[in-house]
């Protein structure tokens, strides 16, 4: 039988099962909450991964200058990242592909982009890779280069998706060009440029090289830099130059090489390391350059500044260097320098007489008995014209220095023959001026030797005498000039004259010299060859010279704005004034003042200058070449005219002496000396002027000699300025009219 359960039972059972169902909803509850909860922790800590992960490789790709990107092709959608960093401005996350194309890219440059994606979705390529300019924010275009590939393929096996990098690589693009532009240069330059490894083979080389030396580039790549030694050098010295090389990275300097064909030429090497991207030696490169034509007409020039060409005497140049020198040495030995100073008596005379060829000839005779008259005891040297030096540079006595002067007149009591049936008679006035006795310096020996020769002719000719202080009248004279010179600017005794020069090739008036003239109320007209060495050696030469070139340059000033503006005006300034005075500061304060043209002002040096070695001319040359100033030397081929110096100097214009000009023409001896001058100075790069043109005779010699310019009285004489303007204006109509008739006469 059952046993039942009691009604009043059943609520209370009820109840229980309520409770239960309760309890394990909230258990329920809790356990779905603490899964979400730990949902949304392992969600918030996935999010703070992947934040961290994109941040690192977005600094990974700043580090390494990269973007990434994929390409949709079904949506046409580009997503990047690191693209920011390239441009350096926002640039979007999500773009689409067309309008980046449109936008971004240059448009020279998408063709080239489309091609290289079409060629790649085609199968013609594993992968693209495409260079080309992108928009930048603030440089305006930059190059990136962008590579990549199909990374996903629909059902139907077409390309789906693009992934790739891209990277800024304007430096590389600049440094290609950069490259490629100093390769070409290399291939045109004159210079022999040769790459060597560190066993100084030769790696490459460029086309000068082969056209110097005769190899080729496949002839010579591989062989050793030996190939190339002179048997003018010994083998230690090209030891010694490739240690130097090897310590140091570098070596320049002159040296003979010999070339494929065992000729051999003087060359100017300058060699240098060359370091890779970790600054270690890689290679050496040598610049090479054939001097041997240079050296020769350096040679050549220095021989003609030191040597009369005549004679083959030493001119005056060699001669104060000798003389300088001696004076030290009898100086430091108290011991005497003489200094005998000879004139040929009545030489203009049978030069004239007989012709400038038989002058020249007797010349030649006169220097070869000097040279055997005193052989012994001294040095001759030829100043100009029939001048001659002989230098004792031991003279221990009055009685051995006259002894000698009757040396040297004795072999012209002897005729000399020009020819068979010409002969000449001629004798020689000798002055004679000793160190220390009579003077301490060069110039003065010579000026006071000049000064007693020229009391030997007044005495009778023929004859030697001593200078001395009574003899000196012109001493005297010089303190009386002196005291006018130094009254003459207050005076307003000075005024210009100026002397057109013509360019031979166009028949116009250039430029003008202005020449100082010096009107003395005491003293009357004073010849510049007089108060200009003066005012040098007072010191005076400062304050006249700023006073030339004012005016000067005011002259010019006026003629330009009278529509003159091809002419240049040329003034002379001396050692003097480019030591003592800024002179480049005051030409370019006189420019700016009257509105002149650099190129319009050019400066004459003078002989003294060229003789100088001091430091402080020489840099206010380069100074006044920097300033543009066109610089000239004067009296070219005279005796002071130094051109062992010439190269040092900034010169862009010659002017041939006079003396030389003068006796040009027809069949003349000086023809060949003339033309070698211009020859050479061309060869420097200058333009040459010739001084003293006198007769048509010159100016078409001068002309066949391929001179520039021209100056002298033919053209015209030195004038004041209101003449001067009058005639270059009547030679610009008159040119200008033989201008029109020579047109005319063609087209006839």
């Not at 992934?163 to 060009?177: H, I, M």
């Not at 009386?480 to 009254?487: E, R, S, V």
């Not at 041939?656 to 003068?662: A, G, P």
């Amino acid at each position: 039988m059952s046993r039942r359960i009691p009604y009043a039972a059943a609520p209370c059972l009820e109840m229980s099962l309520t409770v239960q169902l309760l309890i394990a909803c909230v258990c329920f509850s809790l356990i779905l909450f603490g899964f979400i909860w730990l949902t949304r922790k392992r969600e918030a800590a996935m999010q703070q991964t992947i934040g961290t992960q994109k941040n690192d490789l977005q600094l990974a790709l700043r580090g390494t200058g990269e973007a990434i990107w994929t390409w949709r092709l079904d949506t046409q959608e580009i997503t990047q990242v690191g693209f920011e960093p390239l441009v350096e401005g926002q640039f979007p996350a999500v773009i689409n592909a067309i309008e980046f194309i449109q936008v971004f890219i240059h448009p020279e440059d998408a063709p080239d982009f489309h091609e290289a994606i079409n060629g790649h979705l085609q199968g013609e390529s594993a992968s693209f890779d495409v260079t080309y300019r992108l928009r930048h924010y603030s440089q305006g275009w930059i190059w990136i280069n962008s590579r990549g590939r199909v990374v996903e393929y629909d059902i139907n096996n077409n390309p789906l998706r693009i992934a790739g990098a891209s990277k800024n690589v304007n430096a590389t693009r600049e440094f290609e060009s950069e490259s490629r532009i100093a390769l070409e240069v290399v291939k045109s330059m004159n210079e022999a440029v040769a790459v060597l490894d560190l066993n100084f083979h030769f790696v490459s080389i460029n086309p000068a090289f082969s056209r110097i030396t005769g190899y080729t580039g496949q002839e010579i790549r591989g062989k050793s830099r030996t190939i190339m030694n002179s048997d003018q050098h010994d083998r230690m010295l090209y030891a010694e130059i490739q240690k130097c090389i090897v310590e140091t990275g570098h070596w320049s300097g002159e040296i003979w090489q010999k070339r494929k064909d065992q000729g051999e030429f003087l060359s100017f090497i300058a060699v240098s390391e060359v370091l890779d991207g970790n600054a270690h030696r890689s290679h050496f490169v040598a610049v090479v350059s054939d001097i041997t034509d240079r050296k020769r007409i350096e040679q050549e020039l220095i021989h003609l500044a030191n040597y009369d060409s005549l004679t083959g005497l030493p001119s005056r140049p060699l001669l104060i260097e000798k003389l300088s020198k001696a004076i030290i040495h009898a100086r430091r030995n108290q011991n005497r320098v003489a200094i005998l100073f000879l004139d040929l008596d009545n030489f203009k005379n049978i030069n004239d007489s007989l012709g400038h060829t038989a002058g020249d000839r007797l010349l030649v005779v006169v220097a070869q008995r000097l040279l055997a008259a005193t052989r012994e005891f001294g040095l001759v040297a030829r100043l100009s014209g029939d001048e001659f030096v002989i230098l004792l540079e031991s003279a221990h006595s009055d009685a051995q220095i006259s002894a000698c002067a009757m040396r040297v007149l004795a072999p012209f009591n002897n005729p000399v023959m020009l020819s068979d049936n010409q002969t000449a008679n001629l004798t020689g006035s000798i002055g004679v001026s000793i160190f220390p006795d009579h003077a301490q310096t060069p110039t003065d020996l010579l000026k006071y030797a000049d000064i007693a020769m020229y009391q030997a002719k007044t005495e009778g000719r023929n004859t030697v005498q001593y200078f001395n202080e009574e003899m000196d009248a012109k001493s005297r004279h010089r303190a009386q000039l002196l005291g006018a010179l130094k009254m003459a600017l207050i005076r307003d005794e000075f005024e210009l004259n100026f002397q057109p020069r013509m360019r031979l090739e166009s028949n116009q008036i250039v430029s003008v010299e202005a020449l100082l003239r010096w009107n003395s109320r005491e003293m009357g007209r004073v010849g510049p060859d007089i108060f200009i060495p003066l005012a040098e050696e007072s010191g005076q030469i400062i304050e006249i010279g700023e006073w030339v070139l004012d005016d000067a340059l005011r002259t010019l000033s006026e003629w330009h704005t009278l529509g003159l503006n091809h002419i240049s005006m040329s003034v002379n300034v001396s050692a003097l004034q480019l030591l003592r005075s800024n002179l480049s500061q005051q030409i370019d304060t006189l420019i700016r003042k009257y509105r002149i043209p650099e190129y319009c002002v050019e400066l004459e040096i003078t002989e003294s200058m060229i003789l100088s070695q001091n430091a402080a001319p020489l840099a206010n040359l380069w100074a006044l070449k920097d300033l543009g100033i066109t610089l000239s030397l004067d009296d070219f081929g005279t005796g002071y005219s130094s051109l062992s110096y010439l190269k040092q100097l900034p010169i862009d214009t010659l002017k041939i002496d006079k003396s030389f000009v003068r006796e040009i023409g027809p069949n003349a001896n000086d023809n060949t000396l003339v033309q070698t001058i211009i020859a050479l100075g061309h060869s420097l790069g200058m333009t040459m002027i010739a001084e003293g043109v006198e007769s048509l005779e010159h100016l078409d010699t001068l002309n066949q000699f391929g001179c520039d310019e021209i100056q002298g009285y033919w053209l015209a004489k030195p004038m004041p300025a209101a003449e001067c303007l009058t005639f270059i204006i009547e030679h610009e109509k008159l040119s200008r009219r033989d201008g029109m008739l020579d047109c005319d006469a063609n087209a006839i």
